[in-house]
């Protein structure tokens, strides 16, 4: 199809600017600019514009292309029905190859009297098919009366002839009923949920005086309407007298029974059998034809459809965003304003001109930038790697505009944090292996839509999945696990001292590292001798809890120093000494020193140190000694061992605690000092710092909705940074609030934090010993048996075991700790961040 | 043969795969008797134990016993320490012995699984197939519908 004249094509690109004005993410780029575009529409085109733009139907307030807006609407309408009969029947409906453009207006006007021509052709179709349905269905119905009140008749015929005293029916010559006072019947259908309720009914009006029979109809018959089943009981009513049989017809009509004639002689009823009969197939035929023709129809409808309803949404689109644009006054051209990123301009012009050129108009659409104080809403440029993280980082809070965007080391440090706890080599190379799929085959998953929600969550996140399962297979082999089985592929450092007569005669032997250690240690990670020892836990434990520690310190730092990007972007200097100086030594005086404690201690402490103090019975808990050091108390140490790692640690410790304590008032009392100082010198501020004028400069038509909408996207994202940055308007006592509460929170959080940064070893700890008891529970089933009968149990066994891998270790706990993960980015990491 | 759907085959055949893979390692570990593996074999502990007690009873009443007659004698307790010394050796053996079967065990059962693959793989191409087919019928009925 030919390109679209230069007003849809540049709306067709503005669909997709405004999608960037109303995202509020974070932005990128050189300052997002304000952007108007003005088109000049040549003559014939413009006709089709006018026309309905100078309805004069339409009042001022309402959108110019309303009308448009409603056609879709409309056509919307009639694609929605074509497609649900199109489902009714089961005709497949083939993908498009390649979607097709929006059509312009000429063709849609031509669409629109297709689908108008289709749609009534489906719906008389379906009607004359109800109408067609429901003759037939009578026609069954009636059929069936005939046939069951057969059987009535003849059984009653022969139970007359016996006792001709009982007899109620009107037999062939009739006269015998008439001499007994008329008996008279009435057949009909009746819904069989109903017949209950019927009997009774008709039992009570006529005080017992009629006698009923039924048969059930073994065939469910079709609702002409609704296509449902319905299931239905044949009666026939016996009664005596007129004035009874208005009764029961009234009855009938009230339970919804339908009546059918059913002459009283038998060669009668045979023959009308045969007449119904002839006739239902007629009709038969008749109905298959037509639902032939339907089939038909509807199966070349439904190759259009997709495309069609494509063409009607992006039609509808341009028309929404053309709703958006101001009319010039001249009403000769439309006007937008939206922003768009800088490096994006080009790409906008050359649209501009291309769609100019299409459609041939003398004067090209054109694009100013305006100069305006407002600020931009924030837009970061991510691709399909970067999209996943970005949206962690978004679900957590969006930045104002060119805050720095933490997303890029959540790439790195989201997957490692997910790794020390889910660390297990085996595990990680299932996730990895999932993730690797997803991705090679990123093209075909992605064309294939699904509504199923959580195969949606994991093809999103796909990229994420595949970092995680990499880094667990380091954590993984750095823990020396993989299903809970450690390798020793660089050879045990560990030997065994004893000889076979001691081993023989002990239980559990410990190993004292000064014989069985070989000084060196094992190349990476930890030694595949652990996983035999009893005290494996402990060690483990030990190890992996000041890990944690190690590794929760340092993102703190981290997320802290991110803060002066912003301190500086935001032209806040001050706060960098105020502020951040203080916090960052606050955590690094106590808890970086807790930190280096840990590493001097695994330095220090050896079982052949020469000096007595720095042997293995004498080192001292990091825990105790940090407690020690905030409350200024002492423990007395053990005999032969000193109370301290070296020497002057108490006057450094006693001088670490003064000097972070310091740090507390300063934190407190010195930004709202700095802004009570500054805030008595005279102010020189700009007149007029707020949402400027978006229209400074160019001559334009008064403000209207699309201005409204922009100024909001960028409205959103700001009250984040007004706290800190307008704080000259705040009154003194406020900004006193604000930097107690801000003061507070980081001191407590630091230790709620530090604590938090737990759950790593924590949910380390628990993945390591659920994957142990599944292999010792499960696996090691198959394991225990010598003869072949242990071959067929490890196959039962593996089976299970693989399963319960999957579903608990690998789904479960990924889960449970890809959570934990994002709890500690969360809180930990950004909340240090931006405060 | 049609015997399971697609879902279910494509199912045992990622587990069988998995099988093959893991078990056929294990296996080898086995094979070559790695320690870490060694708490899953049969062990015969109770010989273990209960060698030890009675070495250790048997030396504590002999002890007793020489006590009170009033003399020493090393050269039982040097016997009881070669039982145990020959004990500890039946004891490697019998471990040894089962490493070798449950390496052997293990691939029997990646056998096994390798089976399980060959029928997974045929439950899959036979369900590929018939779907080939269904969209052939469906396209061709198409085409007739536009005819």
């Not at chain 1, 929404?320 to 080009?346: Q, R, S």
């Not at chain 1, 100069?371 to 930045?399: H, K, M, S, W």
């Not at chain 2, 043969?1 to 045992?12: A, D, E, H, I, T």
Request: net charge neutral; with cysteine; proline share 4%.
């Amino acid at each position: 199809m030919q390109r679209n004249f230069a007003a849809v094509k540049l709306v067709t690109n503005m669909s997709q600017w405004r999608k960037i004005v109303t995202r509020t993410g974070r932005r990128k780029g050189r300052g997002a600019l304000n952007l108007r575009i003005a088109s000049f529409l040549n003559n014939s085109e413009r006709q089709s514009f006018i026309r309905c733009t100078l309805n004069p139907d339409v009042n001022a307030f309402q959108r110019k292309f309303v009308n448009e807006v409603r056609r879709c609407d409309e056509m919307e309408r009639k694609l929605r029905y074509i497609e649900v009969e199109v489902h009714k029947d089961g005709v497949h409906i083939p993908d498009v190859q390649e979607p097709p453009r929006a059509p312009n207006p000429r063709a849609i006007i031509d669409l629109e009297a297709h689908l108008e021509k289709t749609e009534n052709e489906i719906l008389e179709l379906s009607h004359n098919a109800v109408n067609l349905k429901q003759n037939y269905l009578e026609l069954t119905e009636l059929r069936h009366v005939l046939e069951k009140t057969e059987a009535f008749f003849t059984e009653q015929e022969e139970f007359g002839m016996e006792s001709l005293t009982k007899s109620l029916i009107s037999d062939e010559t009739g006269q015998q009923a008439a001499a007994r006072g008329r008996l008279g019947f009435v057949a009909g259908v009746v819904q069989r949920e109903r017949v209950p309720a019927f009997e009774r009914m008709l039992w009570r009006i006529s005080r017992g005086n009629v006698f009923l029979r039924r048969a059930e109809l073994e065939k469910p018959l079709e609702d002409p309407a609704t296509g449902n089943e319905l299931h239905k009981t044949v009666f026939v009513a016996f009664f005596q007298g007129e004035q009874l049989k208005t009764r029961i017809k009234k009855v009938c009509s009230g339970f919804h029974a339908s009546l059918y004639p059913c002459p009283p002689s038998n060669t009668e009823r045979q023959n009308m059998v045969k007449g119904v009969c002839t006739r239902l197939e007629d009709l038969n035929m008749v109905l298959n034809q037509t639902s032939d023709h339907r089939q038909r129809v509807l199966a070349s409808v439904a190759k259009e459809l997709t495309s069609w309803t494509i063409m009607v949404r992006k039609m509808k689109a341009i028309y929404h965003t053309l709703n958006l644009f101001n009319m010039d006054v001249t009403k000769k051209c439309l006007i937008g304003e939206c922003w768009v990123p800088t490096a994006d301009l080009p790409n906008v012009q050359k649209a501009l001109a291309d769609g100019s050129n299409a459609c041939g108009s003398s004067i090209p659409s054109f694009l100013n930038c305006i100069e305006t104080a407002e600020e931009p809403p924030t837009f970061n440029r991510t691709n399909r790697f970067t999209r996943g993280f970005q949206n962690l980082i978004d679900a957590y809070g969006v930045a104002s505009y060119r805050e720095c965007n933490p997303a890029l080391y959540t790439i790195i440090t989201f997957p490692f944090l997910f790794a020390v706890m889910f660390g297990d080599l085996g595990h990680g190379i299932i996730m990895a292996m999932f993730g690797g799929w997803m991705v090679t085959n990123e093209k075909k998953l992605g064309a294939k839509k699904t509504k199923n929600e959580i195969w949606n969550i994991f093809f999103a996140g796909r990229y994420i999945i595949l970092l995680m399962g990499c880094f667990s297979m380091y954590t993984g082999f750095v823990y020396n696990d993989m299903f809970s089985i450690s390798l020793n592929v660089f050879g045990s450092s560990w030997s065994i001292p004893y000889d076979n007569v001691t081993m023989e005669a002990n239980a559990a032997l410990q190993l004292d590292p000064r014989d069985a250690y070989s000084k060196k240690p094992y190349f990476i990670g930890i030694d595949p001798v652990w996983q035999t020892a009893d005290n494996k836990i402990i060690f483990l434990n030990s190890y992996k809890m000041k890990l944690s520690i190690i590794f929760g310190v340092i993102h703190m730092i981290f997320g802290v120093c991110m803060s002066v990007f912003n301190y500086n972007f935001f032209r806040r200097r001050y706060s960098i000494i105020l502020e951040f100086l203080p916090q960052l030594v606050f955590l690094c005086l106590l808890f970086l020193y807790m930190v280096f404690m840990m590493f001097f201690k695994w330095v220090a402490y050896s079982t052949d140190s020469e000096d007595e103090a720095y042997r293995q019975g004498c080192a001292p808990s990091v825990l105790i000694m940090f407690i020690n050091m905030m409350l200024f108390s002492k423990t007395e140490p053990q005999p032969g061992c000193k109370e301290f790692m070296f020497e002057g640690q108490s006057t450094l410790e006693f001088a670490f605690v003064l000097v972070a304590l310091c740090c507390i008032p300063i934190m407190l009392l010195g930004k709202p000092m700095y802004i009570l100082a500054t805030k008595k010198k005279p102010d020189v501020k700009e007149p007029e710092q707020s949402n400027g004028n978006v229209n400074q400069g160019i001559e334009l038509q008064e403000t209207t909705d699309i201005e409204g909408q922009i100024d909001q996207a960028p409205k959103s994202s700001a009250p984040k940074q007004d706290e800190g940055g307008h704080g000259h308007d705040e009154p003194f006592g406020e900004v006193m609030i604000h930097q107690a509460i801000h003061t507070i929170e980081y001191v407590l959080s630091t230790i709620s934090h530090t604590a938090s940064y737990l759950r790593l070893w924590a949910l380390s700890l628990a993945h390591a010993e659920l994957s142990e008891v599944l292999w010792s529970m499960v696996l090691s089933f198959g394991l225990k048996d010598d003869n072949y009968v242990g071959a067929i149990k490890l196959y039962i066994a593996f089976c299970f075991w693989a399963l319960f891998t999957l579903a608990i270790l690998v789904m479960m706990e990924g889960l449970s700790a890809f959570l934990h993960t994002l709890r500690l980015h969360w809180y930990s990491f950004l909340l240090n961040m931006h405060l | 043969m049609k015997v399971c759907g697609p879902k279910l085959s494509l199912c045992c055949l990622v587990l069988s795969v998995w099988g093959i893979v893991q078990l056929t390692l294990m296996g080898v570990f086995y094979y070559i008797e790695a320690v870490a593996l060694l708490e899953d074999i049969p062990l015969d502990e109770s010989h273990n134990e209960t060698t030890v007690f009675n070495i250790e009873e048997f030396k504590r009443m002999a002890q007793l016993g020489y006590s009170q007659v009033g003399i020493e004698s090393v050269t039982l307790i040097e016997d009881a320490a070669e039982e145990k010394a020959a004990n500890g050796k039946d004891f490697l053996q019998v471990t040894t012995k089962n490493y070798k079967a449950i390496a052997s065990n293990c691939w029997i059962a990646a056998t096994m699984y390798f089976v399980t693959l060959l029928i997974a793989v045929s439950q899959c191409v036979w369900a590929q197939r018939i779907q080939r087919a269904a969209q052939e019928k469906l396209e061709e009925e198409g085409c007739e519908d536009t005819k």
